[in-house]
Nanobody
């Protein structure tokens, strides 16, 4: 099990950028796939991006490809989500998640979750 704490959310205008961080506890961080999901009011939680433990495999939702980048620093036990060219439809609570398996886009596959950080994009 790993504990996750997100930070970096906030209010930004459309076209702007934010970088989310997710700090993880535990000495085996490098063996986890890390992912970001988001949930807007009244909607289901949806996959945003994932990065495998080796760092080589990355996956993105079509809606964020070319705008968002997931990265990880295993030495710092931290995963990041750089979000550029933000749109009002990116407004949601963003969650960090971890699982000890290959990257997956299914939220039900993830075992550990952070508390979430709010991202609001104004038009």
């Amino acid at each position: 099990q790993v504990q996750l704490v997100e930070s970096g959310g906030g209010l930004v205008q459309a076209g702007g950028s934010l970088r989310l961080s997710c700090a993880a506890s535990g000495r085996t961080f490098g063996s986890y796939t890390m992912a970001w999901f988001r949930q807007a009011p009244g909607k289901e939680r949806e996959f945003v991006a994932a990065r495998g433990w080796s760092g080589g495999s990355t996956y993105y939702a079509d809606s964020v490809k070319g705008r968002f980048t997931i990265s990880r620093d295993n030495a710092k036990n931290t995963v990041y989500l750089q979000m550029n060219s933000l749109k009002p439809e990116d407004t949601a609570v963003y969650y960090c998640a971890a699982v000890r398996r290959r990257p997956t886009m299914n939220a039900y596959d993830y075992d550990d979750w952070g508390q979430g950080t709010q991202v609001t994009v104004s038009s």
